[in-house]
């Protein structure tokens, strides 16, 4: 995908281009969101706002026919990401308006995409029907569809922007990313902002449960990030991510994210990596 990037970098009419045929092949909109990031983390949004609106008329074309208007959604979450990526090179904002923006969308779907909503409801309904299980009202499965469409584009917003974001360091700042990575961390403000969003989701239930879905991937990233730079500063490396994932997935199972998003908040306040020492360090 290196080439790709490389293409489409050499000139506008190029970005355009990709930008557009990538998102009328379906289930492949994630990498037009990536060429806009690119454009836009490194020329600026100036120079991005074109790329987008003539790249993204597929995806207008797409929602009118069709009322699927998740492409042109995440085409125009990737590009305000990446301005604010660019502008503050913190990937802790990207994440906390990235959460804001999943909240944002469960107001717009029903607005953009009623008759596709709609029509997945009636599915989701039948096919429970079917299994003779109990089945929620319609309304209720609306709304649970709704926020997991506005969880799912976000997040396919903010892969999109760490694509984009490879890209540019391949193609100008080779290993950028990867320092990038295992120095993220949230600030205390932005974690206790996240954790209340969590909190009150899980507490008041209902709409509100939106809130902490919407938080816990920008808490749980950072949790990731958190175990890679430690095993970096220990040049651990790739064996112990492997057993990281291992453990994780497998023996804590469920309780993998909620032990990462602690992980997350300590880290806010005491900044866990600052605290360990490098082994090229302790060699000497």
């Known amino acids: 995908m290196s080439a790709l990037a490389k293409w489409v970098m050499t000139r506008p009419r190029n970005a355009i281009i990709g930008v557009a045929v990538f998102s009328i ?7 037009s ?23 993204c008329l597929p995806a207008i074309v797409l929602w009118a026919y069709q009322g699927d208007a998740t492409a042109l959604m995440v ?29 944002i969308s469960t107001f717009l779907q029903p607005l953009l995409m009623s008759d596709m909503l709609n029509l997945v409801t009636t599915l989701i309904h039948r096919i429970l029907t079917s299994e003779g299980v109990v089945v929620p009202d319609k309304g209720i499965i609306f709304h ?3 926020v997991a469409l506005s969880i799912i584009q976000a997040m396919i917003a903010i892969v999109s922007l760490f694509l984009a974001r490879k890209w540019q360091a391949g193609l100008y700042n080779p290993g950028g990313l990867r320092h990038e990575f295992h120095q993220l961390r949230l ?45 970096a500063k220990k ?50």
Not at 25 to 31: G, H, K, S, T
Not at 34 to 55: S, T, Y
């Open 187 to 231: 600030p205390i403000a932005f974690s206790l902002v996240l954790g209340a969003m969590v909190l009150l989701g899980e507490s008041l239930g209902g709409s509100y449960l939106v809130l902490s879905q919407a938080a816990i991937p920008a808490l749980v990233l950072p949790g990731i990030a958190l175990v890679h730079g430690v095993l």
């Open 33 to 55: 969101a990536a060429i806009i990031g690119l454009v836009v983390l490194r020329r600026g949004v100036k120079e991005g706002i074109p790329v987008l609106a003539w790249g």
């Open 75 to 103: 085409l125009i979450d990737v590009t305000l990401l990446a301005w604010l990526l660019r502008a503050t090179t913190s990937w802790s904002w990207v994440l906390m308006v990235g959460s804001f923006i999943a909240v």
């Open 144 to 146: 649970q569809a709704v």
């Open 235 to 284: 040049r651990i490396g790739i064996v112990g991510l492997i057993a990281f994932y291992l453990v994780g997935f497998f023996v804590l199972n469920v309780y993998f994210a909620n032990i990462l998003i602690i992980l997350s908040v300590i880290d806010s306040f005491v900044n866990i990596r600052e605290r360990i020492q490098d082994k090229s360090s302790s060699i000497k």
């Open 25 to 31: 092949i379906p289930l492949l909109f994630w990498v």
